[in-house]
């Protein structure tokens, strides 16, 4: 079994900064993309920023220049630095992982985290 566990939610007044980690536990070969996406209410989840093992980033357009994804190989951890964070922001934010347990890769989430960010 994979789990992966986000931590670092919490609220913000608009212009401030946040920072979330997700750490990935279990049966871990090796970790391929790991990724953040976000969930507002009443709207489809969406991608939010993603790195590669070799770390390579893509991010969405909304965020492009306010939200920094990185990762520690060695840790099975991904990061999100989130600064100039606006009201739209707000949503739960996910993590997932592609994940090689040996046998197979599999796509992992996490559970979420809150982030609220108030005008």
């Known amino acids: 079994q994979v789990q992966l566990v986000e931590s670092g939610g919490g609220l913000v007044q608009a212009g401030g900064s946040l920072g979330l980690s997700c750490a990935a536990s279990g049966s871990i070969f090796s970790i391929n993309a790991m990724g953040w996406y976000r969930q507002a209410p009443g709207k489809q989840r969406e991608l939010v920023a993603r790195i590669t093992s070799g770390g390579s980033t893509n991010y969405a357009d909304s965020v492009k220049g306010r939200f920094t994804i990185s990762r520690d190989n060695a840790k099975n951890t991904v990061y999100l630095q989130m600064i100039s964070l606006k009201p739209e922001d707000t949503a739960v934010y996910y993590c997932?992982?592609?994940?090689?347990?040996?046998?197979?890769?599999?796509?992992?989430w996490g559970r979420g985290t809150q982030v609220t960010v108030s005008s």
């Open positions: 997932n992982g592609l994940v090689n347990n040996g046998v197979y890769v599999g796509s992992y």
